[in-house]
């Protein structure tokens, strides 16, 4: 076991919040240590959601586009121009109990006098084989980040709930039909989106029925969909499959400590991104439930930065607070 030197920030996390809030926490020469996350499977790996997208047209200043993975480089490099210190594992174990707060790294510890949570969502996905080799290649879990590439093509959406809907019902801005493919025969989702949804002659609804089978190497051609009454297949010829079954905030290590909503995404002070923690920040889709965009998830990293350094200037002036 190790006992790292004390420092003024660590950031766990390392998607556009986490690496947004290093940006501004290193150029506070503040040298923040940043536990990365390591690439433990093509789904869960540094840098976040964004390491699964090809093409991002939305992210302001590429007006060319940028491959996701690349933009999340840039930020890497930009922090680390300023000083941020990376550290590619999982952070294990936390205690927030006292000050200075602890973060192991299996047997090593680490403390500091705050701690920046940017662990992000992930997308549930259907567990098919080839799902997340095809993400960026016909398959996406963001209609708002990939809609726009399906112009005038058929388009599944797979969900029952209001992602489901609310995607499907985007997506026909683009998309010349959409269907929505769910397991059961009621829509989980709330009514009013369920009405407008039906309402519209570009949706139509599939139910009882699970897609089963993803097809094309690297670029989905077609879907194979399941009947679950009958149990019996069918091929359908479709590039776009958005899946749209929720999302889960990667918050397990924080249970019991900070403060989380029903459905398990970290609670921050309105306006602000403190926790029920003095000295613990979250940001970015860890805390955001709603916009879940890289630009806005930046965005919260930047307001933890900044909430950060003027909880350490506070802490300076009055230290025994
Ligand atoms: P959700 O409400 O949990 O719905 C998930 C849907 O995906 C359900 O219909 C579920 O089917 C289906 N599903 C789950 N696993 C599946 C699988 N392996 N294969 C096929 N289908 C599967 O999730 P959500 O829609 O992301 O919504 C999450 C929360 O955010 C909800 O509280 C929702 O109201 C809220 N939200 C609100 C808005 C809005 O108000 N504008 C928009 C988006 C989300 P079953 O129904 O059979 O379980």
Redesign the pocket.
């Known amino acids: 076991m190790t006992i790292h030197p004390h420092r003024q920030v660590i950031i766990i996390g390392s998607g556009p919040a986490g690496l947004t809030a290093a940006v501004y926490v290193a150029r506070a020469s503040l040298t923040p240590l940043v536990i990365e996350g390591e690439p433990s499977s093509s789904s869960d790996q540094p840098g976040g959601q964004l390491m699964l997208t090809t093409e991002v047209e939305n992210f302001p200043g590429f007006p060319e586009g940028v491959q996701g993975p690349e933009l999340m480089q840039r930020m890497r490099d930009q922090a680390a121009r300023f000083g941020a210190e990376f550290l590619t594992e999982k952070a294990t174990k936390i205690d927030f109990s006292a000050r200075p707060h602890r973060v192991w790294v299996r047997d090593d510890e680490y403390s500091a006098d705050v701690v920046i949570v940017s662990t992000g969502a992930r997308s549930?996905m259907?567990?098919l084989p080839n799902e997340t080799s095809l993400i960026g290649h016909g398959v996406s879990t963001c209609a708002t980040c990939d809609g726009f590439f399906f112009r005038g093509q058929e388009i599944v959406v797979?969900?029952?709930?209001?992602?489901?809907i609310?995607e499907a019902t985007f997506l026909t801005k683009f998309a010349s039909k959409v269907t929505i493919i769910?397991?059961?025969d009621k829509?989980?989702?709330?009514k009013i989106?369920q009405e407008r949804a039906l309402a519209n002659p570009k949706i139509v609804v599939r139910w009882n029925a699970?897609v089963t089978g993803l097809i094309g190497e690297s670029k989905l051609s077609a879907i194979e969909v399941t009947d679950t009454v009958s149990g019996a297949t069918e091929t359908l010829q479709v590039g776009g499959l958005f899946v749209?079954?929720?999302?889960r905030p990667n918050t397990d290590l924080f249970a019991d400590v900070l403060t989380r909503d029903e459905?398990g995404y970290l609670v921050t002070e309105p306006g602000s991104t403190r926790t029920n923690i003095p000295g613990v920040f979250a940001c970015g889709d860890v805390q955001d439930?709603t916009y879940r965009q890289a630009i806005t998830a930046a965005g919260s990293g930047c307001m933890a930065a900044i909430d950060a350094e003027r909880w350490l200037e506070r802490q300076h002036a009055t230290p025994a607070k």
Do not use: K, N, P, Y
Not at 244 to 247: D, Q, T
């Open positions: 549930l259907l567990g797979v969900g029952g709930g209001d992602s489901a609310e769910h397991r059961r829509f989980r989702a709330s989106m699970q749209a079954i929720g999302h459905t439930h």
